[in-house]
């Protein structure tokens, strides 16, 4: 065997040794991340609050109710006791946070978002009345009542909410 040859096998040998630790510890490196993460994993899936929050975030934004008729309650949505969601606000701002904001907030499909004035001015300019009248029996992607089967009063305290947003 020449030097060289001997210089190689030597270099190889201890390459593999020094990979083979390598691997070694980040195995446990990743297994002690677990072992450290996993009370934080088990707080979640069982802590009653987490399991609140997570049903509030899939819960529909508004359910139908029919006068004269039970509403519907479908089995996938048990809505917390706490939150019933057919209540009706006592003030606009909250009848826009629980219901208008999801379409107004971010401005989806086109609804002019709450706060931006360039969306809302020509609509303001329309006059309240014709804002009222859209809110109340909708307009093209704007669902009547926002979905809801709210009283005027609140339909139009939600309203006032918005505009009084984007002035
Ligand atoms: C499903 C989404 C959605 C929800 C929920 C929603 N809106 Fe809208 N809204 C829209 C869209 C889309 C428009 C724009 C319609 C258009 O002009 O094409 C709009 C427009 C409006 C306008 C302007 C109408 C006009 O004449 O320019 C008002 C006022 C309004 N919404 C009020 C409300 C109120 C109050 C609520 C809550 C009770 C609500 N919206 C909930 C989607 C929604």
Same mark, same amino acid.
């Given at each position: 065997?020449?030097?060289?040859?001997?210089?190689?096998?030597? &270099?190889?040998?201890?390459?593999?040794?020094?990979?083979?630790?390598? #691997? &070694?510890?980040?195995?446990?490196? &990743?297994?002690?991340?677990?072992?450290?993460? +996993? *009370?934080?994993? +088990?707080?979640?899936?069982?802590?009653?609050?987490? #399991?609140?929050?997570?049903?509030?975030?899939?819960?529909?934004?508004?359910? *139908?109710?029919?006068?004269?008729?039970?509403?519907?309650?479908?089995?996938?949505?048990?809505?917390?006791?706490? /939150?019933?969601? /057919?209540?009706?606000?006592?003030?606009?701002?909250?009848? &826009? *946070?629980?219901?208008?904001?999801?379409?107004?907030?971010?401005?989806?499909?086109?609804?002019?978002?709450?706060?931006?004035?360039?969306?809302? /001015?020509?609509?303001?300019?329309?006059?309240? /009345? %014709? $804002?009222?009248?859209?809110? $109340?029996?909708?307009?093209?992607?704007?669902?009547? +009542?926002?979905?809801?089967?709210?009283?005027?009063?609140?339909?139009?305290?939600? %309203?006032?909410?918005? %505009?009084?947003?984007?002035?």
């Amino acid at each position: 065997m020449s030097d060289a040859e001997t210089s190689d096998t030597h &270099f190889m040998n201890s390459f593999s040794v020094v990979l083979g630790i390598l #691997i &070694f510890i980040a195995i446990c490196i &990743f297994a002690y991340a677990r072992w450290v993460g +996993r *009370e934080q994993l +088990r707080d979640q899936m069982t802590q009653a609050m987490q #399991i609140q929050a997570v049903q509030r975030n899939i819960a529909p934004f508004a359910r *139908e109710a029919i006068a004269g008729q039970s509403s519907p309650s479908p089995a996938t949505t048990a809505a917390p006791p706490t /939150a019933p969601t /057919a209540a009706i606000p006592a003030t606009g701002k909250q009848a &826009f *946070e629980q219901v208008c904001s999801s379409c107004h907030g971010l401005g989806l499909n086109g609804a002019p978002k709450a706060g931006d004035r360039a969306a809302w /001015a020509p609509r303001i300019a329309q006059g309240m /009345a %014709v $804002l009222y009248q859209h809110a $109340l029996h909708g307009i093209r992607a704007m669902p009547p +009542r926002g979905g809801t089967n709210w009283p005027d009063a609140t339909i139009r305290a939600a %309203v006032n909410y918005m %505009v009084s947003l984007a002035k």
